[in-house]
């Protein structure tokens, strides 16, 4: 597959100062400042209403900015048509139109711009041969897969040549299965066309295996950006680290810490050691085995559960690990950690 931007060069996004507001209250979106690199993958993540899919929106142009700018390529678009701007975006519905073809459904926006039919139908094959459904042009949405679906949204994307491709959410109708399927392939057609592409989503999962660049918000605000490995192994505040999961958030002596749950140790209480770097004893909750995994819930007596300190702990352990020395759910057991284990958070 030729790089899209051997036709059209992809180019980076930059946010300045970039608001939203409905009304009175608190902005949807509250200045936001960010740049994604020239041919990256950036997934904009967060819980639902964190202003992720309105930043998405207002790249687009299908929602207007109550402040700030958006530039492509140096060069400002905050207030172009959406046609106009250089972007595409893909919808979680993928929005096909029930009674055309694929071909003329990735045919259609050329139609609409006055292009020849042999024209148009010549390109939208082409596109559809890239995204492996050249065999399937004739068909209607109907007589196609979710995943074939999408692959024919994703062409109808492509066929205007947009610097930057945009989408929201456009995984979160398929079935479990075929959304890992369906992200390989989403980054598979990334890196061959070499565009920028910026998707939002709210799992972490799904951004940790897609991104070059990870954007989590929350309350319309960027709490952290960086690569997903950063972000996982070091979040800035107790709202990334619970948000991520995998890590414990715990109030220690020196401040609020986080441990990741496959840095943690379990010992009876029999076996506790007092030479443990850092240690507290904790009650056995709930006991899950997940395959080549246990994970292990476990309560602190000594933390009410209405504290805002983490009273509920979890502890990843190996199948063979936990084979070696099982737990059940009442037992009393020392949790600890290692000194390089603990993350400080900001708050």
């Known amino acids: ?3 899209m931007n051997a036709m059209n060069p992809s180019a980076a996004i930059e946010v300045v100062g970039l608001t939203k507001r409905y009304g009175p209250g608190k902005p949807a979106v509250d200045n936001i400042s960010l740049r994604i690199a020239s041919g990256s993958y950036c997934c904009l993540l967060g819980p639902s209403g964190c202003g992720k899919s309105t930043t998405l929106r207002m790249i687009a142009g299908h929602e207007s900015a109550s402040a700030g700018d958006i530039l492509l ?3 400002n678009i905050t207030d172009l048509p959406a046609a106009a701007r250089g972007t595409a975006m893909m919808f979680q519905s993928f929005a096909l139109f029930p009674h055309l073809s694929a071909l003329d459904n990735v045919a259609f926006s050329l139609k609409m711009k006055g292009v020849d039919k042999a024209s148009r139908q010549a390109q939208a094959q082409d596109l559809l041969q890239r995204v492996a459904m050249g065999h399937l042009v004739d068909r209607k949405p109907a007589e196609l897969s979710g995943g074939q679906q999408q692959r024919v949204a994703l062409a109808r994307a492509l066929i205007t040549q947009p610097r930057v491709l945009l989408l929201d959410e456009p995984l979160s109708a398929l079935d479990p299965f075929l959304r890992i399927q369906m992200r390989a392939e989403l980054r598979r057609w990334q890196k061959e066309l070499g565009l920028t592409f910026i998707h939002v989503t709210h799992s972490q999962e799904e951004a940790m295996a897609l991104a070059d660049t990870m954007v989590v918000m929350n309350h319309g605000v960027i709490e952290q950006m960086g690569s997903p490995h950063e972000i996982y192994r070091r979040p800035v505040n107790e709202f990334v680290a619970r948000f991520m999961g995998g890590h414990n958030v715990m109030e220690t002596p020196a401040g609020k810490i986080c441990v990741r749950t496959d840095h943690m140790l379990v010992t009876p209480a029999a076996a506790a050691t007092a030479d443990a770097p850092h240690s507290r004893m904790a009650v056995v909750t709930d006991v899950e085995y997940q395959g080549t995994y246990v994970l ?6 000594d933390t009410p559960r209405s504290a805002n300190t983490t009273a509920e702990i979890s502890v990843m352990l190996s199948e ?7 737990h059940a ?5 020392q949790l600890s ?7 400080p958070l900001s708050h």
């Open 1 to 3: 597959m030729a790089p």
């Open 73 to 75: 390529e140096n060069r």
């Open 296 to 301: 292990i819930g476990l309560q602190d007596p």
């Open 320 to 326: 063979a690990t936990y084979a070696q020395q099982p």
């Open 329 to 333: 759910v009442g037992q009393t057991v």
């Open 337 to 343: 950690w290692a000194n390089d284990a603990a993350h």
